[in-house]
């Protein structure tokens, strides 16, 4: 692991010198949810039963900004070739992007949950199962959208073909964190955990298929 946490730790370098995440990410993340309200003119009541969902569309939004913004930087001055030349296995550069979204997902989600909090007054329940079910969506998310982000770069216009890709391929996500967030918001009587292995397996299972097809995808990049 050790090659690719240098990778992980240089994008999450990049990231914390170009501050695009936490000037333009983060605002844009918190506007979605001003935004849902004003849009859906509802009630604080409404608002609150309406959070597990809003919270993941919101998240899928930025997790593809962030997906897209980790393939910039590959793409830019021909640091992806220097990748495919550095000796480094592919496996091993796809873990560490992956690990350096899913860090950014993650912090975005801490935001995004003080935000429900604040504006939508959501009240968490089942504090465990909302912090597994954060953090288990956003490797599902990070490992789907950097081997889909590389995907894109080799069929060309990865701005508009990216999300095209990617969000059917999050619809597990979407629906799997939702309900679980159902349950530790408290707002439906569902079981949280079962929905939370389907997460768990989703990130699994997008781990083994993008370590494996990852140094292939690369190479037609």
Known sequence: MHDALLIAQKDLRIEARSRVVTNQVAPFALLVLVMF????????????????????????????????????????????????????????????????????????????????????????????????????????????????????VGLGVRE?????????????VLIGATRAFDDALGKVAVNGWAWLSLLAAFAITYTIVGALAYGAVLEDA
Do not use: C, H
């Open 160 to 172: 508009t073909l990216l999300p095209i890709l990617l969000l059917p391929v999050l619809a597990p």
């Open 37 to 152: 309200g004003f849009a859906l003119d509802a009630d604080r009541a409404t608002l609150a039963a309406f959070s597990p969902g809003l919270f993941w569309v919101t998240v899928l939004f930025v997790g593809i900004l962030a997906v897209q913004r980790s393939v910039a930087v590959e793409m830019a001055d021909g640091a992806m070739e220097g990748l495919r030349l550095s000796g480094i296995e592919p496996w091993r550069v796809f873990v560490g992007k992956a690990l350096a979204i899913a860090a950014q997902l993650v912090a975005l989600e801490a935001l995004l949950a003080v935000g429900i909090i604040i504006f939508y007054e959501a009240s968490i329940q089942n504090v465990p199962l909302f912090a597994a079910t954060a953090i288990v969506a956003a490797i599902g998310v990070s490992v789907a959208g950097t081997l889909y982000g590389v995907l894109a």
